[in-house]
């Protein structure tokens, strides 16, 4: 479904990642590893069009978004790449669900039809009750599953993750995994999770490991 090929990213004198070749099939789950430093995010980033590579080619679903003007590229991402960031980053002044319908207002989505996607989602994520609260009015691991509904609202392929279990105790870490695993057998969508967490790197159908901007 996704290649990238000979992927070099470098930020001024500084060279972060040095050729990175990866395929991702359909409905896999691959967990990324190594130390600080090692180019893990920058790759996150560019496999999300949120950076543009200095080289290589990156192909999805036949696609290269790379060639992509930014307007269509922003399109491109909205529709096919959710995102789940370590600290949550929903918007503290909108509800659950008003955090989970912005990806969809934004692809426009009817509303009728938007506020029953992301309802169901949150009942699917068993926050039902917290529909109308805020972020400060729920636990991180509450917060942290809303941000997750929000990167399923518009049904992309692929879901990336940088540190997501990084800001929560371990009952609420375990969850999160085993949420993964269940919602890419429901969902259908791949994963690319960056982790410290050797329980969930174990989880992945694969792990790669990254030192000093290359594949180990």
Same mark, same amino acid.
């Given at each position: 479904?996704?290649?990238?090929?000979?992927? &070099? !990213?470098? @930020?001024?004198?500084?060279?972060?990642? !040095?050729?990175?070749?990866?395929?991702?099939?359909?409905?896999?789950?691959?967990?990324?590893?190594?130390?600080?430093?090692?180019? !893990?995010?920058?790759?996150?980033?560019? +496999?999300? /069009?949120?950076?543009?590579?200095?080289?290589?080619?990156?192909?999805?679903?036949?696609?290269?978004?790379?060639?992509?003007?930014?307007?269509?590229?922003?399109?491109?991402? $909205?529709? $096919?790449?959710?995102?789940?960031?370590?600290?949550?980053?929903?918007?503290?002044? @909108?509800?659950?669900?008003?955090?989970?319908?912005?990806? %969809?207002?934004?692809?426009?989505?009817?509303? &009728?039809?938007?506020?029953?996607? =992301?309802?169901?989602?949150?009942?699917? +994520?068993?926050?039902?009750?917290?529909?109308?609260?805020?972020? $400060?009015?729920?636990?991180?691991?509450?917060?942290?599953?809303? %941000?997750? %509904?929000?990167?399923?609202?518009?049904? *992309? !392929?692929?879901?990336? =993750?940088?540190? *997501?279990?990084?800001?929560?105790?371990?009952?609420? =870490?375990?969850?999160?995994?085993?949420? @993964? +695993?269940?919602?890419?057998?429901?969902?259908?969508?791949?994963?690319?999770?960056?982790?410290?967490?050797?329980? +969930? =790197?174990?989880? %992945?159908?694969?792990?790669? /490991?990254?030192?000093?901007?290359?594949?180990?």
């Amino acid at each position: 479904m996704i290649e990238i090929q000979g992927i &070099k !990213k470098s @930020f001024g004198q500084v060279e972060v990642l !040095k050729g990175i070749d990866l395929t991702i099939g359909q409905r896999e789950i691959i967990s990324v590893v190594g130390p600080s430093g090692a180019g !893990k995010t920058t790759l996150l980033q560019i +496999l999300g /069009t949120l950076e543009r590579p200095d080289a290589g080619v990156y192909r999805f679903g036949g696609e290269e978004p790379t060639r992509l003007s930014d307007g269509r590229l922003s399109a491109f991402r $909205n529709q $096919n790449i959710g995102f789940v960031f370590q600290f949550h980053q929903l918007l503290p002044e @909108f509800s659950a669900l008003e955090n989970v319908m912005i990806p %969809a207002m934004i692809a426009g989505m009817p509303s &009728k039809q938007n506020r029953e996607r =992301a309802e169901a989602l949150l009942v699917k +994520l068993r926050l039902s009750e917290r529909l109308h609260h805020r972020p $400060n009015a729920m636990s991180g691991g509450e917060q942290q599953r809303v %941000a997750v %509904a929000r990167a399923l609202m518009n049904k *992309p !392929k692929l879901i990336l =993750a940088d540190e *997501p279990s990084g800001n929560l105790d371990s009952k609420n =870490a375990r969850e999160l995994h085993s949420l @993964f +695993l269940q919602l890419r057998e429901e969902e259908g969508q791949s994963f690319v999770i960056v982790t410290h967490n050797e329980e +969930l =790197a174990r989880l %992945a159908d694969r792990t790669i /490991t990254m030192a000093d901007g290359k594949l180990a």
